[in-house]
């Protein structure tokens, strides 16, 4: 079996129309890989940049997984929320990238995109906030419903991640 | 007459791995005294002259005062000597208020009565003590960093001398937090020092001499600081002074009617590990280390699937991530992959995708729109061998990018196509695309209005015509308007078996050639052998393929 570290963090996020964000992000694989250590999903906390457009969370993420063949590669899901000074938490995107396949240190720009809603949810979005989100966001990383969807985009998110492969060239795999 | 000294009284810091209790230390205190001097300086003469054979001279020294002016004691570590003023202290019941004074005047009680004590002017102050955060800053931090009188220390140097020594507090090292009062609104005073200043809990000890005339020991103002040790619970031991290790004494001046000095030797005296202490426990750390591997290695298996022999699988995992600059609005993406020959795919996976559509923004002077779409695809390439193959032709990726508003219109905006790369890695491609147009404004006024734009009926024209036969792929005549562009990720693995018998070849191959100095003879031994390997292999695949009943009928035959 082959091993795979993923260590790295969730350096900000910029771009999006208000400021106070927070992300919901998640690594999710296919059922060959085992999660051997660390988390595989959480929560960054809310920051408020005080210059600039970007917010930075500087969050941690190391995961070591083993596997068993190529399919399911790891992928990384986010949400990026945003909550206003009531409280009031508004999603503010979703993003998805694969994590990478070739060990060493990779700067990912991930872009985020939000349901959209029809124009009375969007003129009511404007004022009060809220607006459509999905049911189940599990059902996109596969890709085959996504066409349903209408979406308009949002910031991107900047990660940094570091990869460590382990046996991998042992079962001839070249990346 | 004049003496070296160690001047030098600076901290030093070591580091060990073992428990600190086992560390011992041997003080060494000696008054100089102008006699003292005298008879060593005389000793030194006598000594340098004996070959030269003149008379001994009989050292003059005053017997009576020997054991008041110099002694010399082992201390371990935490080890509590009580100095003259703490045995007379403790000795009152009534001046006892805390159960360590309590516990302090028993032992004192004990040691009277044993007359057991075993150390006269040297004593220390344990971490225990609450002299020991008394200790007048002067002290524990002399004044001397810097060459010009400065008026006093810092204000951050005084925040950190005066932080009390905690206690160890052992914090779990996985990722417990607390999950109530992670902020703390008000902090107390206490808390600023401790926190807001680099802070380690250490233990301290403190070793210290009563250097009083003799008689006249046990007063306060006669103590002395001599060494401090701290430690924290990681192994780190730092000695201020330092140790002497056969080098000059320190020099200790006593402040009152009398200027004494007093020579300070101070050695680590802690007996080095047996060497088959050592073995041991090298053996238990190396026990413990495999049987981790072990673990991890049983959690995480043996197995791993790989492609079956002669076949390279192409796996590919990407994302569409943008597309820019495009005319109008609302955006998908339609997306299929063509496979050439000699290239399968698995069975149950779908080769097209559409994105889902996208309202663009404003970025910079473009207009973006994201779809961060990921795709992951599978490719098996099949080679047969041993014809003079052309480079082997890779999946395409075509894609055609669309535009569908609020009043359905539907538009072209452009098409595009991307190759899968030669070698694995990461990549950003940026794919620009071309729509197909027509001349004149009829087509124009209908793309504006109602929607509608000429497409491309075969997609696989924006490369190579499926249908292309022939030298010349000639487009003369088709009219184009350039238009955005659309950006992806892809991550590219490539594996098969061969590449595992190829880094082990190319690791026996650098064998050779390091221990042969790569003689172009052992080159060709290489490649024969690599020829042998190859022969070796097609008979055996051309054994397999053989029916069955033929190899049967042979053995029949033979038999």
Not at chain 2, 238 to 266: C, S
């Given at each position: 079996m082959a091993e795979l570290h993923i260590i790295g963090q969730i350096v900000g996020a910029s771009g999006f129309p208000q400021n106070s964000l927070f992300c919901k992000w998640g690594v999710h694989t296919g059922g060959a890989w085992r999660l051997l250590?660390?988390?595989?999903e959480g929560q960054t906390q809310v920051d408020i940049p005080q210059t600039g457009d970007m917010a930075y969370w500087s969050h941690p993420i190391d995961v070591h997984y083993a596997t068993k063949g190529l399919q399911g590669w790891p992928k990384l899901h986010l949400q990026v929320w945003h909550q206003d000074s009531f409280g009031r938490c508004q999603l503010y995107g979703y993003g998805y990238c694969h994590v990478p396949s070739s060990p060493g240190h990779h700067r990912i720009c991930c872009a985020t995109w939000r349901p959209l809603g029809s124009w009375q949810?969007?003129?009511?979005?404007?004022?009060?906030?809220?607006?459509?989100?999905?049911?189940?966001?599990?059902?996109?990383?596969?890709g085959a419903d996504r066409y349903r969807l209408h979406t308009e985009a949002m910031g991107t998110v900047e990660l940094e991640l570091g990869i460590i492969m382990r046996h991998f060239d042992k079962y001839g795999v070249e990346s | 007459m004049a003496d070296s000294w160690n001047t030098d009284t600076g901290e030093a810091v070591y580091r060990s791995r073992d428990a600190v209790k086992n560390l011992k230390i041997?003080?060494?205190?000696?008054?100089?005294?102008?006699?003292?001097?005298?008879?060593?300086?005389?000793?030194?003469?006598?000594?340098?002259?004996?070959?030269?054979?003149?008379?001994?001279?009989?050292?003059?020294?005053?017997?009576?005062?020997?054991?008041?002016?110099?002694?010399?004691?082992?201390?371990?570590?935490?080890?509590?000597?009580?100095?003259?003023?703490?045995?007379?202290?403790?000795?009152?019941?009534?001046?006892?208020?805390?159960?360590?004074?309590?516990?302090?005047?028993?032992?004192?009680?004990?040691?009277?009565?044993?007359?057991?004590?075993?150390?006269?002017?040297?004593?220390?102050?344990?971490?225990?003590?609450?002299?020991?955060?008394?200790?007048?800053?002067?002290?524990?931090?002399?004044?001397?960093?810097?060459?010009?009188?400065?008026?006093?220390?810092?204000?951050?140097?005084?925040?950190?001398?005066?932080?009390?020594?905690?206690?160890h507090e052992r914090r779990t090292l996985d990722s417990s937090i607390p999950k109530s009062k992670i902020v703390m609104w008000e902090p107390t005073e206490e808390f600023v020092k401790s926190s807001h200043v680099v802070n380690n809990a250490m233990q301290t000890m403190h070793i210290m001499a009563d250097l009083a005339p003799p008689g006249r020991l046990g007063q306060k103002e006669n103590e002395y600081l001599l060494l401090t040790?701290?430690?924290?619970?990681?192994?780190?031991?730092?000695?201020?002074?330092?140790?002497?290790?056969?080098?000059?004494?320190?020099?200790?001046?006593?402040?009152?009617?009398?200027?004494?000095?007093?020579?300070?030797?101070?050695?680590n005296v802690c007996t080095a590990m047996q060497p088959e202490e050592k073995e041991r426990e090298q053996n238990m750390y190396k026990d413990l280390y495999v049987r981790h591997k072990e673990y991890l290695n049983s959690l995480v298996g043996q197995d791993f699937e790989m492609p079956p022999l002669g076949i390279l699988r192409y796996m590919m995992n990407g994302e569409i991530v943008s597309a820019k600059g495009f005319e109008y609005d609302h955006l998908y993406i339609h997306f299929f992959m063509e496979l050439p020959n000699n290239w399968s795919s698995l069975p149950?996976?779908?080769?097209?995708?559409?994105?889902?559509?996208?309202?663009?923004?404003?970025?910079?002077?473009?207009?973006?729109?994201?779809?961060s779409y990921p795709f992951s695809f599978e490719a098996f390439y099949m080679s047969e061998k041993e014809s003079e193959e052309p480079i082997p032709q890779w999946p395409v990726i075509y894609f055609k990018v669309l535009s569908l508003d609020s009043w359905h219109r539907y538009r072209t905006e452009g098409y595009g196509y991307l190759l899968y790369p030669a070698m694995p890695g990461k990549y950003t491609i940026t794919c620009h695309t071309w729509r197909p147009v027509q001349t004149g404004t009829v087509s124009a006024l209908r793309r504006f209005f109602v929607g509608g734009s000429p497409e491309l009926e075969d997609p696989s024209y924006v490369r190579i015509p499926g249908t292309f036969k022939g030298d010349r792929l000639s487009r003369f005549g088709f009219c184009t308007e350039t238009t955005g562009s659309v950006t992806f990720n892809l991550h590219c693995i490539q594996q098969a078996r061969a590449f595992v018998d190829a880094t082990m070849m190319k690791k026996r191959r650098q064998k050779v050639f390091e221990q042969l100095g790569g003689f172009s003879q052992q080159g060709a031994v290489c490649t024969i052998l690599e020829a042998f390997q190859r022969a070796r292999k097609k008979m055996q695949e051309a054994r397999e393929c053989l029916p069955r009943d033929l190899v049967n009928t042979t053995s029949h035959v033979e038999s």
């Open positions: 250590s660390g988390l595989k949810e969007q003129l009511s979005q404007m004022f009060v906030g809220g607006g459509p989100q999905l049911r189940s966001p599990d059902l996109v990383y596969s | 041997r003080v060494r205190i000696e008054r100089l005294t102008s006699t003292a001097a005298l008879s060593q300086h005389l000793q030194q003469q006598v000594l340098s002259q004996q070959d030269r054979g003149a008379i001994e001279l009989e050292t003059l020294t005053s017997q009576g005062q020997k054991g008041d002016n110099e002694e010399e004691l082992v201390v371990g570590w935490q080890e509590k000597l009580f100095s003259q003023y703490e045995m007379e202290l403790f000795q009152n019941e009534s001046a006892c208020q805390t159960p360590l004074d309590r516990q302090y005047h028993t032992e004192i009680r004990a040691l009277n009565k044993a007359r057991s004590r075993r150390n006269h002017r040297i004593f220390t102050y344990t971490d225990h003590d609450r002299y020991t955060s008394c200790l007048p800053m002067q002290q524990l931090h002399p004044a001397d960093l810097l060459t010009t009188t400065k008026s006093g220390p810092t204000f951050l140097a005084e925040r950190m001398a005066s932080v009390r020594n905690r206690r040790i701290k430690t924290d619970g990681s192994g780190t031991i730092i000695a201020k002074p330092d140790f002497n290790k056969g080098k000059e004494p320190y020099r200790i001046v006593t402040v009152g009617e009398k200027r004494e000095v007093w020579r300070l030797n101070v050695e149950f996976q779908s080769h097209s995708g559409v994105t889902q559509t996208c309202r663009a923004r404003t970025l910079g002077k473009e207009n973006v729109a994201f779809f």
